[in-house]
């Protein structure tokens, strides 16, 4: 059969493209929109398809990589003296970290795209783990953390005893690694990075798990911090190190914990840091309406 052929959306140099009868054909509107969403369709599936791909690949460079500093550091344990030999393995050394830690940067980077995706169209449906120790699996991400970030200190408070919540687990693992790389993007190298939790009282006067991270970085301005959860959001202040990053992490972990029956926010202060906080009702969710419930789309 042969395939539609769709009237070309009118460019905004065009002299017409802001005229109200541009669109004063039904059809031909209804046929743009058509046109548009079956793009937007494409371009999902085109990132998920190729995202999964690249990570692939990742995932082989990070192995080969990873038998490659065992190889050198029985090299460096077989180097008896010649201080020239040891000074070339560390540097070996050096290089690997660096490459593994690229490594694991770039595969974020394209889960975050690929995240982005799925959110962008309403494909994201939560699979409940009822009763789950949030506390254990804070500690596991703040542990995947301090390897990729060794020049900031990752402090976790919490109690001893189990927090048992029920929520999707890889998806508040992706909540957890979006506010931890954020505060360590933003902040100094020897600071302090805090990620707590705790059961309090909501505004609701209802029991909630409450998991806070701060930063000693450089803060966010108030006029900006409105705007902090909004899609390709990166606001910080002047004196804030530009990151690298689309902006879309945080827009994405706050529509995760609402889809949740939670809240996200933010507490900052310019020169004094910022502090993310979102929290989880403690009550079982509701099964047949929310345990496979769909992300909103952005």
Known sequence: MASQAFPSPPT???????????????????????????????TSEFLSIAGHELRNGLTSILCYVQVLE????RQQDLCFGGQELQHTVEKQL???RDLKRQTHHLDDFI???????????????????????LIELVEQVVDEQRYLSPHHRLIVQASKRPLLVSYDELWIEHVLKNLL??????????????????????????LEAVVWVQDEGHGIRPQDQEAVFDLF????????????????????SA????????????ESEPGKGSTFSFS?????????????????PL
């Open 111 to 133: 889960y975050q795209l690929c995240t982005f995706a799925q959110v962008q169209h309403g494909q994201v449906h939560l699979h409940y783990r009822h009763q789950a120790n």
């Open 181 to 206: 790389s954020t505060a360590v993007k933003y902040s100094p190298a020897g600071s302090r990075v805090v990620i707590g939790v705790e059961c309090r009282q909501g505004e609701s006067q209802a």
């Open 233 to 252: 959001s990166r606001a910080r202040t002047q004196q804030g190190p530009q990151a690298k990053g689309m902006g879309i992490g945080l827009s994405i």
């Open 280 to 296: 989880l009702p403690l009550q079982e969710p509701v099964r047949e309406a929310r345990e496979t419930e769909a992300c909103p």
């Open 94 to 96: 050096s290089l690997l």
């Open 70 to 73: 065992r190889n050198v550091y």
């Open 255 to 266: 529509r995760v914990i609402r889809q949740h029956g939670g809240r996200i926010w933010l």
């Open 12 to 42: 905004p140099d065009s002299e017409s493209a802001f005229s109200p009868t541009v669109f004063e054909d039904e059809q031909t509107a209804l046929v743009l929109l058509a046109a548009l969403h079956e793009r937007d369709q494409r």
